[in-house]
């Protein structure tokens, strides 16, 4: 479950994903069982959420970690950075937050 405060200091993390010659929805079910199976209950990680774009072919995450070592381990693991490049043209880009403001 997602937690927004700004006491805590967890990093959270803004992650488009795409596909190449993919919809959303058809990258979606690649990226699913991924979370799913292997994301899901990594070492420092609070949380995930993923998202379909309602105006691009693109898949967004709102991912929650303990801290930036937590997801810089997850970075460098080679069988997840797999994962996502068995996935015909995968490409994203992420974005590193905190939250400063929450209501």
Not at 30 to 46: Q, T
Not at 66 to 95: P, V
Request: hydrophobic share 35%.
């Amino acid at each position: 479950m997602a937690v927004i405060d700004n006491f805590r200091g967890i990093l959270t993390v803004f992650s488009e994903y795409f596909s190449e010659g993919s919809s959303s929805k058809e990258l979606l079910e690649e990226l699913e069982p991924i979370f799913s199976n292997h994301i899901k209950g990594y070492p420092g990680l609070v949380s995930y959420n993923l998202h379909i774009s309602i105006e691009t072919d693109s898949v967004f995450n709102y991912f929650q970690w303990k801290d930036d070592d937590s997801y810089q381990k997850f970075c460098e693991d080679e069988t997840i950075r797999k994962m996502f490049l068995e996935i015909s043209g995968f490409n994203d880009k992420s974005f590193k937050t905190k939250v400063v403001l929450a209501s």
